[in-house]
Nanobody
Framework: QVQLVESGGGSVQAGDSLRLSCAASISISSYGMGWFRQAPGTEREFVARIPMYGSKSLYSDSVKGRFTISRDNRENTVSLQMSGLKPEDTAVYYC???????????????????WGQGTQVTVSS
């Protein structure tokens, strides 16, 4: 069974940084990897995606310039470096993996085959 396990969440002040990590039980070299987030009462929101070979990462407008996604195909890990955190970044953050076989937009949750259990990030003002 495929497992994606996130870590690194926590409670921080506005302006602080956090680094989220995701450890996969599979070889991620054949998967596009990404992060979504979900705040209370909202739908899951695309945050960032990095393709199989790490080029041309994509970010939502709300995090562009503040968050950086990276991957290590040898270690089967994905990271999300978050800086300049804002209270509106408060959410549960999910690591996701996509085989690219699903016919949805890469910005849609249904595009992704596997999801982690999520890690909470809370940013206070």
């Amino acid at each position: 069974q495929v497992q994606l396990v996130e870590s690194g969440g926590g409670s921080v002040q506005a302006g602080d940084s956090l680094r989220l990590s995701c450890a996969a039980s599979i070889s991620i070299s054949s998967y596009g990897m990404g992060w979504f987030r979900q705040a209370p009462g909202t739908e899951r929101e695309f945050v960032a995606r990095i393709p199989m070979y790490g080029s041309k990462s994509l970010y939502s407008d709300s995090v562009k310039g503040r968050f950086t996604i990276s991957r290590d195909n040898r270690e089967n890990t994905v990271s999300l470096q978050m800086s300049g955190l804002k209270p509106e970044d408060t959410a549960v953050y999910y690591c996701v993996a996509s085989s690219g076989r699903r016919t949805y937009s890469i910005f849609e949750a249904n595009f992704y085959d596997y999801w982690g259990q999520g890690t909470q990030v809370t940013v206070s003002s």
